[in-house]
C-alpha cells in the first residue's frame, strides 16, 4: 500500500503543478509579449530617430571642427605656418564621433531585421506552448483527476484496481479484477503517454524565451546613447 499511496500522491502533485504551470505559462507570455512590443518599438520608432539626431549634430561637429582647424592655418605664427595641434586633435575626434553615430544607425536597422526575424521564430514556439496549455493542459487535467478517483476508490477498497491498457485514460476508468502494483503502473503509462510528451513543447518554449530575453537586452545595451 505505500507504494500505492506514493503513486496516488505523484499524480496529485502532477495535476496540481499542471494548473499552476498552465497559469504561470499564460501570465509569463503575456507578460514577455509587452517587453517584446515595447523594445520592438523602442528599436523600430525611437531609436531610429534619436541616432539621426546626434548623426546631424555630429555632422554639425565634423563642419564646426574644420572650420576652427582652417581658422588656425590663416594665421601664421612668427611667418611660420601654426601646426594647430588641437584643432586637429579636435576634428580628428569630431571624424571618430560622426563615425560612430554612422555605424549606431546601420545597427538600429540590423537590429530592427533581427528582431523582427526572431520575434517570427519565438511566436512560432509560443502558439505550440500555449495551444499545449489551452487545448492539452485541460484535457491531461480531466485525465488525471478521472485516474485520481479511480485511485481513490481502489485504495478505499470500494472496487478493484484497473490493469493497464495500450491507453492511460482507458486503464484509469476500467476496473478488471486488482493486482497488487496496478496504480503504479497506471502511473507510469499516464507520465509516459500524457507528460513526456509536452517536456520537448516546454523545453523549445524555454529556449526561445531565454533567447528572446537575450536579445533584447543586447539591443538596449547596444542602442543605447
Known sequence: MPA?????????????ELLKFGQRSNDGIDELAGEIRRVVDWVEHDRPAYWKMRVSKAYDGVTEAKSDLHRCLMYPINDEQPSC???RAALKKAEAHLAYCREKQERVRKWAFTL???LHEYEGRMAKLRSMVELDTPRVVAMLDRTIMSLE????GSVGGPAVRESSSEAAEETPPASEDWNDE??????????????PIVKSALDAIGRMRNLL????RDLEG
Not at 497506471?186 to 517536456?199: L, N
Not at 537586452?217 to 538596449?220: D, G, L, R, S, V
Open 4 to 16: 500505492q499511496v506514493r503513486s496516488f500522491d505523484a499524480i496529485q502533485l502532477v495535476r496540481d
Open 85 to 87: 595641434a588641437e584643432e
Open 153 to 156: 476508490k481502489y485504495i478505499s
Open 116 to 118: 523582427r526575424h526572431e
Open 186 to 199: 497506471v502511473s507510469a503509462a499516464v507520465f509516459k503517454e500524457h507528460i513526456e510528451p509536452m517536456a
Open 217 to 220: 537586452q543586447e539591443a538596449q
